[in-house]
């Protein structure tokens, strides 16, 4: 099922370090809070380094993480040059 990406997305196959994500995350939520959104954030960061056109945020029914993403996706999107999430 993945084959069609494996060449336009291997960054998206591409599994980073927590402390890689935390770091590149850090600049949207404070790296104090423990879990996913910080991780959720470095990983968005890494798709725009990777030169992807837009990001989806897929997220359970008041996920509290999923929530706190989407509270800062307006900043990364500022951040970057109007990058589609």
């Known amino acids: 099922m993945s084959r069609p990406f494996k060449k336009s997305g291997k960054k998206l196959f591409k599994e980073s370090s927590i402390k890689d994500l935390i770091s590149k995350g850090k600049s949207y939520i404070h790296d104090s809070y423990r879990g996913d959104p910080v991780l959720s954030m470095g990983r968005a ?16 029914f008041h996920c509290m993480p999923g929530t706190a993403v ?7 999107q500022r951040d970057h040059n109007d990058i589609h999430c």
């Open 70 to 76: 989407n509270a800062v996706l307006e900043k990364l």
């Open 45 to 60: 960061v890494e798709y725009i380094e990777a030169d992807y056109d837009g990001i989806v945020n897929i997220i359970p």
